[in-house]
């Protein structure tokens, strides 16, 4: 048994509305970096084109990486993610093993049992969160040490590359490329390595199919249980212009029902459409969950033509995102893709000074226990 305590996040969240950081893979483009910046030696000869792995950066680059930590913090962030959004053995499988496709095979389970047992491509993944998130506490604790400002480290967790909840294979709909089960282990490798690495949160984002959502929180809940530690969670989905979770087509209020079991410390959206289009659905999402709400879209819809990819300015987020908050919808805000320090520093300052989101309860604090004060 471990006794409750509030989280310090959900202190913040009962006075002001909190920041979270923007995009790592657009702000990493603004740095000009080429294939053998990510190459680096220890990758030279990999077969494969590795520069659209924005999580291998973290080994190569760890300056860099550093640097925009730095620069969300800030820019105002209370919270920063790890560079983990693919760091799981499945994604990172894309880059480093040959597509059976190809060769005229098929990904299936076969396949990707190889993939998961393959111990390269684990302890790859290890790696990357286990640093990836000392790299950001590193830099949470120096900015929140220097400015007498608490920061917090989430453990980004993204939605894989592979689909539970859809066949690819429109002649036999009953076909999945993994199992439940296989998708579960990759989630919770990556879950212990966050934990390893310092996170104080976690965060399931992004989230296109909610099967997929639900294998990352069982595998949160069983390495919590073998573990005996806890950290709050964070759940996060991406919708369509109808407010459905892409790939599962689930409604807002069905993926909560979905995902209420988990008991995060918070729920919302991200990407998705862009914040014009996203009002409406985090209106409804705000009017059924019991929990704190974030919001962090996409900066609109991509532009290639754009410096970032996407069309809105700071000025043009922070705007909506004040429109949020005077809606009463949030109480964690920042962005996804498109938007740069420069864009959360605008965020923060259109918010500073704005209540957060009422919560007609109050928030779950059973999902954090310090190992000091844990019983048996």
């Not at 990707?112 to 000392?134: C, G, H, M, T, V």
């Not at 984002?205 to 709050?232: M, W, Y």
């Not at 919302?268 to 929990?291: H, Q, R, T």
């Not at 949030?330 to 300052?349: D, L, M, W």
Request: glycine letters at 8%; aromatic letters at 8%.
């Amino acid at each position: 048994m471990t006794r409750a305590h509030q989280h310090p996040l959900q202190k913040i969240l009962d006075s002001r509305i909190a920041i979270i950081d923007g995009a790592m893979g657009t702000t990493i483009r603004t740095y000009d970096m080429k294939e053998a910046d990510i190459r680096g030696e220890r990758f030279r000869d990999a077969r494969k084109d590795l520069l659209n792995n924005g999580d291998l950066f973290t080994l190569t680059q760890p300056k860099m990486i550093g640097d925009i930590h730095r620069r969300f913090l800030e820019a105002g962030a209370d919270i920063i993610e790890t560079n983990t959004f693919g760091a799981t053995s499945i994604s990172q499988s894309e880059f480093f093993v040959d597509d059976p496709r190809e060769h005229g095979g098929r990904k299936d389970p076969a396949f990707y049992q190889k993939i998961i047992d393959d111990p390269f491509l684990n302890d790859l993944a290890w790696e990357i969160n286990e640093q990836s998130a000392r790299q950001c506490r590193e830099w949470a604790d120096r900015v929140g040490n220097a400015t007498s400002r608490q920061r917090f480290v989430a453990g980004a967790i993204g939605p894989l590359t592979v689909s539970l909840s859809n066949s690819p294979d429109a002649d036999d709909p009953g076909f999945r490329v993994m199992t439940f089960d296989q998708v579960k282990v990759a989630y919770a490798q990556q879950v212990r390595a966050l934990i390893a690495g310092g996170s104080d949160l976690l965060l399931v984002e992004t989230i296109f199919d909610s099967l997929n959502a639900k294998a990352a929180l069982v595998a949160i809940r069983e390495v919590f249980d073998e573990g005996g530690k806890e950290l709050p969670v964070m759940i996060s989905a991406a919708v369509g212009r109808g407010g459905e979770t892409m790939i599962s087509a689930q409604t807002i209020e069905a993926f909560w029902n979905a995902v209420q079991h988990a008991k995060p410390l918070s729920v919302g959206l991200n990407c998705s459409l862009g914040p014009d289009l996203m009002y409406p659905f985090l209106e409804e999402l705000s009017g059924k969950a019991d929990v704190a709400i974030s919001a962090y879209p996409n900066a609109g819809l991509p532009n290639p033509l754009s410096p970032t990819g996407f069309d809105l300015e700071p000025q043009d987020m922070a705007r909506y995102l004040a429109d949020f908050a005077r809606g009463g919808l949030i109480n964690i805000a920042g962005g996804c893709c498109g938007n740069t320090p420069e864009h959360i520093a605008a965020i923060a300052k259109a918010l500073e000074g704005q209540p957060p989101r009422r919560l007609e309860v109050a928030l779950p604090d059973e999902s954090y226990a310090p190992e000091s004060e844990s019983v048996a």
